[in-house]
């Protein structure tokens, strides 16, 4: 009863939801990028890979130019470079996105492995200075707002750019011309070609713009929450990004709210020090998560009736 009555107090303190704003915004801007690429067609579960991707060529460029911003457009480079070889080889050649996916995740921790060793040897890779670190910022008179003030208005830059990027993801994809395009595609991409609308093409742009955005996601938590690289540091971001996207049906503003449910999670489990329960039964709490939403939605949330399936002009 203990353990349970110092979670109950821990879920009224503000530090708690400005850790799990934090966490879920790592989820988001992954799950985001998925929901994009399933609402063209193309089944993306590679997202953990092109994270993971990120992470390692943002520190590297970090600590080499000492600049995160530049450090950050490298980790949102890697990972839609990584978005690219799952577009070509899904799109391109018809392979099972499943397949692909997969490989890719297994590829990317890999090489990353590999290239730790090549660069830095055995020794430690290295920590950023607090001048290398994305900062945090504080919006002038709305974080001095009793609990929400601590909570939404002090965090790390790139919670704001994933709460503006959340608006307009859902502006794209429900508001706008190309948005229809995408759902086009993903719905009918047989219809949509004889519609002329470039099905390859918009496919290409979707699976690119998750990479954009899981790279993103990378740099986040390499140089924004954990100051260095450490191999297989996204410990199954991904895939709960996916689960996330998943419960949200599709949608960006559902995707969010799952996010902040594992993100609790995840801050519930990092406040460990705090509450006195078991690690180790808290370091289970998001993935039991995932497989709860995973087991009670999948077989009643419905995808894009074209997700998964290669498109080859003049099948029916």
Known sequence: MTGLSDILHLLYTANLWQAALAAAVLLLLPALGGVISERSGVVNIAMEGMMLTGAFFGVVADLAWHNPWLATGVAILAGGLMALVHAVVSIRFHADQIVSGIAINIFAAGITVFLVNRIYGIQD?????????????????LDQLPFLGQVLFQQNVV??????????VHIVLFRTRLGLRIRAVGEHPQ????????????RYGAVVTSGFLSG???????????????????????????????FGKWTPFGAFVACLIFGLGQAIYDNNSIIHVSPYLLSMLPYILTLVVLAGLVGRSSPPAADGIPYVPGSE
């Open 216 to 246: 993103l996601a990378g740099a986040f938590l390499a140089i924004g929450v954990s100051n260095t690289f450490v191999p297989n540091m996204t410990d199954g971001r991904g895939y709960i990004a996916l689960a996330a996207m998943i």
């Open 191 to 202: 219809a949509a070609d004889t519609a002329g609308i470039n099905v390859y093409l918009i």
């Open 159 to 168: 919670v704001y750019a994933a709460l503006i990027l959340l608006v307009l």
């Open 125 to 141: 890779v290295g920590h950023a200075t607090q001048s290398e670190l994305l900062p945090n910022f504080n919006v002038p008179g």
